[in-house]
């Protein structure tokens, strides 16, 4: 079983849907939990970044951390085609050295 | 602007040879990293570095080979040893262990 788990997708929805992407975690010693958006033949950029549970709203975008669950997401409102990315979720625990990374899920909003 | 540097952006290569891809970074930060990304798979972590001199292997070292010789540089070597080479090739830096990282732009490997 993998330390992180995310469903690959890949997901289309419609512009303007609300769009929920999550992963599954098994070491509930995380404490850091990131988003990070990857266009096509790009690097990955860091979209959201939060410590233990609870929300965090950045724009149209807010990142939801449920540690009771170990079950994090990513939330994003109003969809726009300029949204259509890979989306990767990493984590990690105080004092380590390397970030975790779920497999990414591939994002298509349709206008 | 601060960043991280990656080139080329492509880079052909035929079997057997070895190939280095650069990395540079004008962030100050301390921990460096290379990864690779095949399509499916996600990110592989190949090395990291905490510290100048000073570097660790990843999940997926065979093949490859790092230097740190300077905070600001983590060029990473692709062996004739590494049987399956062709993919796509992030470098990324931190602050420190364990911070968000920040990627570059990658570098786009094809070995025939």
């Known amino acids: 079983q993998k330390e992180v788990e995310q469903d690959p997708g890949p997901l289309s929805v419609p512009e303007g849907a609300i769009v929920s992407l999550n992963c599954t975690y098994s070491n509930s010693a995380f404490q850091y939990f990131m988003w990070y958006r990857q266009y096509s033949r790009k690097g990955p950029e860091l979209l959201m970044y939060?410590?233990?549970?609870g929300n965090k709203e950045d724009g149209r975008f807010t990142a939801q951390v449920d540690k009771s669950s170990k079950y994090i997401s990513l939330f994003i409102r109003d969809s726009q085609p300029s949204d259509s990315a890979t989306y990767l979720c990493?984590?990690?625990?105080?004092?380590?050295?390397?970030?975790?990374f779920g497999q990414g899920t591939r994002l298509t909003i349709n206008p | 602007d601060g960043g991280i540097t990656q080139s080329p952006k492509y880079l052909f290569r035929k079997e057997g040879q070895n190939v280095t891809l650069s990395c540079e970074q004008n962030?100050?930060?301390?921990?460096m990293y290379w990864y690779r990304q095949d399509p499916g798979q996600g990110l592989r972590l190949i090395y990291y570095s905490q510290i100048v001199n000073d570097f660790q292997k990843g999940d997926i070292a065979e093949g490859y080979s790092v230097s740190r010789e300077k905070k600001e540089s983590f060029p990473l070597t692709v062996t004739s040893a590494q049987k399956n080479p062709t993919a796509f090739y992030l470098c990324?830096?931190?602050?420190?262990?364990?911070?968000?990282?920040?990627f570059g732009n990658g570098t786009r490997l094809t070995v025939t």
């Open positions: 990493a984590m990690t625990l105080q004092g380590a050295q390397k970030l975790v």
């Open positions: 962030l100050n930060h301390d921990a």
């Open positions: 990324a830096s931190a602050e420190r262990g364990g911070s968000p990282l920040h």
């Open positions: 939060t410590y233990s549970s």
